[in-house]
């Protein structure tokens, strides 16, 4: 930043809401008064043309009103206003303004007052001409060398030039090749437009080839250039930027040589008329306008650039002179003399703010206040550092650094509907024949402070969608209340891994501090399932216990009651709108629950679903040592399947991204072959080119849809994944009795937070972690301590280790392991079962192999053992351990509890 700052001459602000750009201000002597002092004329896009003679009474005064010679409304957009001598028969100054549709000629006059308001000035159309094409900018000069007059060149926005003869139209030519007009400015030196073109490079035509070039009024123009009548409209040189243009303008040195100045969107370049670059200047900062200018120093030029960090540079070639801060972004900028004042630099931007200002050398510094010398007093600064340095100790005792109290500056909460959508907000769905309901979340978000641009993003978990993912709020008072109401529903076939939904506000304090907050919300289980039928048979089923009697279902799920069924105590069904049949037991006199269903997977949300209940009605009886657990089996074998569905589609995709490439490859060679026998003056037989051509690009469609299919299964896959890990975290949890903390831990190994990619996938992130955990809390011996693991994840050859892995964090929960963050207390822990039992070496079970160790965890029926860990707690050796099933001690299973139910029914 500068220490100097433009010294303000005179400025005003133009208009309410106007816009301008860089053609809309010009300095000249428009109303020819012949005293040297130049008048500003400023036209905006809301057709508004105004005409400036500032003389301040002293500098830094604002407009007065007699300041302001002439306003007049034009009511068309005004794009660039120029002045030159653009009326035959006379060589007096003219005002040329430039609408979309139309050029204007006008005379500006002005007549002498007798009183003090001053002269009166008025302008007076001396002719216009309709324009057949949109207009984006002109230029002007003595095209073809004419004495005495400017002729006037327009460019439309498809790229073709408009030739004026003052009052009448001469010809009209299209650029080749133009895109997308870029800036044009005209050389009186070489007679040659100079433009940058769509394709980044400077481009000049001379206006004698523009001349004689075909007329593009001619329909014929393409056959006649095959023909070879008439000329081709030619380039003279081109010269590749690499770069957009902003702004082209030409500075001649002397009678001999000019040079072309090219503003860029990084660089500014300093052209010869040859097209040669003589030098160039790339920029720290983002340019908006430049001015080039003859130096005092003799074969220099000086420019200024505007940029938008409200500065402008003053550059002698290349070398930064001088740097002065603006109070606005200028989008154009002029010198003239005003006021008997020469050099008086004159800025616009782009919301109506015009500037005279001068460089000055007044710095803007603030100088701190001298402080009074005093002696030190080293005592009382030993006593207070030493009684900093207790506080200090006594904080980092407490274990938690005390956190201030203070009140956020944006409040942000959720609330979802109790009831679904009377009428569903679901669109273009993918779940089948169901109607699939919808229900709404409100948003309400509260400020303390006065924010702008507060930014609320939904998040939910797929295949759910919200009607609403992302809105912008505008706190512009103190203690404003805002809602914002969406729906969320189920898009695809398959059942989310989660029913949790997340806001997240992001915005910046009024100091600049960027803030997030977020906002969790829980979706009811009745979105994604409906009431349905109970099964009798299931492929995998689940039993948990509780330590309380047990409680009726229709208390538990009053939403999922049938009316038709009178007797749904023990028993309930659920039907998820994109998975199987769920089937709910509860047994009449022990504390059990059963969950059972055709896929593994779908035990998920019910299960989670129950014993979110069952702690909330406990809660509402007053019964706080209510407690969950699972004794059964893990279910490893049905997970490890799922893993591997996973592992398949990812190692599938990877196979047909390979083969898709090979056949982009082999297309591409193909078609350069066919290319080259095409361009051949002696075209050679194709050989049956056309047909290979044929069926690779049939092989190619083929390859992309079997990519994309592969990619929505495993999407699909992955959902199911991660439905099966939070089950099994779950049942790890009831199993081994975890903490909030450990269960965190146990989360954050199984569910990282990078998603599922092609690049890094989940299983090689949960087996890094997984490893981390059997190194650090989880060792059995020092040696396992001092292993070090792999910096680089790759994608493994299979999932087996992954497996082993799994398999072993199991098997050292079951043997009293403790999940923990510090390694020292891991490496400190005693392996102690529960119950004072000695640890079981792990010998045995780390030699054998990956299904023996699989079996160690997993039954399909699973129902409940004899002892709580029969499963890991063998008398000898890990080789003779199988689950002893046992059937219900106290009561009939589950199994009986629906049979009779049916019976009764019957």
């Known amino acids: 930043m500068s220490l100097f700052k433009a010294r303000d001459w005179w400025s005003t602000i133009l208009g309410e809401k106007e816009e301008f750009d860089q053609g809309c201000l010009c300095l000249a002597d428009v109303d020819n008064s012949g005293n040297g002092q130049d008048k500003i004329i400023v036209g905006s896009f809301m057709g508004y043309l105004r005409i400036f003679n500032p003389h301040p009474v002293k500098t830094g005064d604002g407009t007065q009103a007699e300041d302001l010679l002439l306003e007049v409304h034009l009511r068309d957009p005004i794009l660039q206003v120029e002045v030159g001598k653009f009326v035959s028969g006379t060589e007096m100054l003219h005002l040329a303004v430039l609408h979309s549709r139309k050029l204007c000629v006008y005379s500006v006059s002005g007549t002498l007052g007798n009183v003090e308001h001053g ?23 003595p095209f073809g060398g004419v004495k005495g007059r400017d002729l006037i060149c327009i460019q439309s926005m498809d790229g073709m030039l408009m030739v004026f003869e003052q009052e009448s139209y001469a010809f009209g030519r299209f650029l080749p090749g133009s895109l997308l007009p870029g800036p044009l400015a005209y050389s009186s030196r070489t007679d040659s437009f100079i433009t940058v073109s769509s394709c980044q490079q400077v481009e000049s035509y001379k206006y004698q080839v523009l001349a004689f070039a075909t007329d593009v009024d001619k329909k014929q123009e393409t056959e006649q250039q095959k023909l070879g009548s008439g000329k081709r409209l030619v380039v003279d040189w081109t010269l590749n930027i690499g770069e957009q243009a902003l702004d082209i303008c030409i500075v001649p040195f002397n009678q001999s040589a000019s040079s072309v100045f090219v503003l860029g969107e990084r660089n500014f370049f300093c052209l010869k008329d040859n097209g040669q670059i003589r030098f160039m200047k790339k920029l720290d900062c983002n340019p908006s306008c430049f001015l080039p200018y003859c130096s005092v120093s003799e074969g220099t030029i000086n420019t200024l650039i505007g940029n938008h960090n409200n500065m402008l540079h003053i550059y002698q ?11 606005h972004v200028p989008v154009a900028v002029r010198v003239g003399c005003l006021h008997d004042l020469k050099g008086v630099i004159v800025t616009l931007s782009d919301d109506g703010h015009l500037q005279c200002s001068y460089l000055g050398t007044d710095p803007s510094l603030f100088q701190a206040p001298k402080v009074e010398s005093r002696e030190l007093n080293y005592e009382e600064l ?29 409040k942000v909460s959720a609330v979802v509907s109790p009831n679904l959508d009377s009428v569903s907000q679901a669109a273009n769905v993918e779940v089948g024949t169901d109607s699939v309901p919808s229900i709404t979340v409100k948003v309400t978000l509260q400020n303390r402070v006065v924010l702008q641009k507060a930014k609320l993003s939904v998040y939910v978990q797929p295949p759910l969608v919200s009607t609403c993912d992302q809105c912008t709020f505008d706190f512009t008072v103190p203690e404003m209340t805002s809602t914002v109401a969406f729906s969320v529903y189920l898009k695809r076939s398959y059942t989310p891994s989660e029913l949790e939904g997340n806001a997240v506000v992001s915005y910046s304090r009024p100091t600049g501090i960027p803030r997030v907050i977020q906002c969790k919300f829980r979706l009811p289980l009745k979105l994604i399932c409906l009431p349905g039928q109970p099964s009798k048979t299931a492929s995998h089923k689940l039993t948990v216990e509780t330590n309380k ?12 009651a049938i009316q038709s069924d009178d007797d749904q105590v023990n028993v309930m069904g659920f039907r998820l709108l994109g998975g199987s049949r769920v089937t709910l037991l509860a047994s009449r006199t022990s504390q059990r629950y059963r969950i059972q269903s055709e896929q593994f997977e779908d035990l998920w949300l019910v299960t989670n679903e129950l014993t979110y209940r069952l702690q909330e009605y406990f809660e509402k009886q007053g019964i706080k040592d209510f407690a969950c657990s699972f004794s059964g089996c893990l279910p490893l074998q049905e997970y490890f399947e799922l893993i591997d569905h996973h592992f398949e589609l990812r190692i599938n995709g990877e196979k047909l991204e390979e083969l898709l490439s090979e056949r982009a490859v082999q297309f591409r060679a193909i078609q350069r072959r066919l290319l080259t026998r095409f361009k051949d003056k002696t075209p050679a037989p194709l050989q049956h080119l056309d047909t290979l051509l044929d069926g690779t690009y ?73 490893a981390h955990l059997l190194k650090t809390c989880l060792s059995k011996s020092s040696k396992e301590q001092a292993l070090s693991l792999s910096s680089q994840l790759n994608i493994p050859k299979d999932t087996s280790q992954l497996k082993r892995h799994i398999t072993l964090l199991c ?30 070496p792990e010998s045995d079970l780390e030699e054998r192999s990956l299904e023996d160790s699989t079996e160690l965890f997993t039954n399909h029926n699973h129902l409940i053992t004899e002892t709580p860990h029969a499963c890991f707690s063998p008398p000898r050796s890990f080789g003779t351990v199988r689950a002893k099933l046992t059937s219900w001690k106290e009561d009939a299973p589950p199994e009986a509890d629906l049979r009779e139910h049916r019976t009764q029914q019957t």
């Open 698 to 770: 049939k092989q190619v469609i083929a390859l992309a849809e079997a990519v994309e299919e592969n990619q929505h299964s495993l999407f699909q896959s992955f959902a199911r994944l991660k439905s099966a890990t939070h089950l099994m975290i779950l049942l790890i949890r009831l199993w081994q009795k975890l903490s909030a903390e450990q269960t965190a831990i146990l989360e954050a190994a199984f569910l990282p937070l990078q998603e599922d990619t092609q690049e890094l996938g989940w299983e090689e992130m949960v087996d890094a972690a997984i």
């Open 811 to 840: 098997d050292r929960l079951a043997k009293g392991g403790r999940l923990c963050v510090s390694s020292d207390a891991a490496a400190s822990q005693a392996m102690v079962m529960p119950g004072g039992c000695t640890p079981i």
């Open 382 to 410: 030993d006593g207070e550092l030493k009684e900093l340095q207790k506080i200090i100790k006594d904080v980092k005792s407490q274990g938690v650094w005390p956190m201030t109290e203070r009140e956020d500056d944006l």
């Open 317 to 327: 070639d290349v070398t930064l002179k001088w740097a002065t801060q603006l109070p």
């Open 549 to 560: 009697s047990p409680v009726s279902l229709l208390s538990l799920f009053p939403d999922f």
């Open 119 to 141: 002269n009166q000035y008025h302008i007076k159309l001396m002719y216009e001409h309709s324009l057949q094409r949109t207009a984006c900018n002109m230029a002007y000069g």
